[in-house]
């Protein structure tokens, strides 16, 4: 199995921070990799995928970058929607594997 | 807009099976990939299994041995089944669909709870 590898695990951040989310693979993914936020008691939803797309409807203070086997989150501009967890997901072999995710809280 | 709705009992025995399903609106169940993914009470996400309208089926190895997934297209639904479970398997079992050009899960269900006690 491919393990995916967050970083950090938690993070403080404030309104109109800029902040970024790191997820490394245990193998080369190529750029199948996808990102997702969870708001505490509701389902994932899709953010960006194959690495650097934004999906439909997404802002576009959101977005993602890859370099090698580590992919990065980065939101530029922190509003108060953005304070949940956020989840790496690799695509590439099965088993699907996502990353163990970083809670994003505000300081 | 497509929608997902999973149900099935909230409480299952330790030995016994969980059953879950999940119906799908706003969009046709055929030729699309759906998914299962559970996450424990405070914990990640895991993938379980995806199935497709023709059959095909894939399966994490870590829980291939104790569960199915199914379609019923004439109902529009898709099931899970996991036998003997155990505490470990109680978790918000979320239904997705699984959009096969970047196999993302682009569309989710709700979630529905299952806790696993005696």
């Known amino acids: 199995d491919i393990q995916m590898t967050q970083s950090p695990s938690s993070l403080s951040a404030s309104i109109g921070d800029r902040v970024t989310i790191t997820c490394r693979a245990s193998q080369s993914i190529s750029n199948h990799l996808n990102w997702y936020q969870q708001k505490r008691g509701k389902a994932p939803q899709v953010l960006i995928y194959a690495a650097s797309y934004l999906e439909s409807g997404v802002p576009s203070r959101f977005s993602g970058s890859r370099s090698g086997t580590d992919f990065t989150l980065t939101i530029s501009s922190l509003q108060p929607e953005d304070f949940a967890t956020y989840y790496c997901?690799?695509?590439?072999?099965?088993?699907?594997?996502f990353g163990q995710g970083t809670r994003l809280e505000i300081k | 807009q497509v929608q997902l709705q999973e149900s099935g009992p909230g409480l299952v025995k330790p030995s016994e099976t969980l059953s879950l399903t999940c119906t799908v609106s706003g969009a046709s169940i055929n030729n699309y990939y759906w998914s299962w993914i559970r996450q424990p009470p405070g914990k990640g996400l895991e993938w379980i299994a995806y199935v497709y309208n023709s059959g095909t089926t894939d399966y994490s190895p870590s829980l291939k041995s104790r569960v199915t997934v199914s379609v019923d297209t004439s109902k529009s639904q898709f099931s899970l089944k996991m036998t003997s479970v155990t505490t470990a398997d109680t978790a918000v079992y979320y239904c997705a669909r699984l959009w096969f050009g970047e196999l993302k899960f682009d569309f989710w269900g709700q979630g529905a709870l299952v806790t696993v006690s005696s």
């Open positions: 997901q690799q695509s590439y072999s099965s088993p699907i594997t």
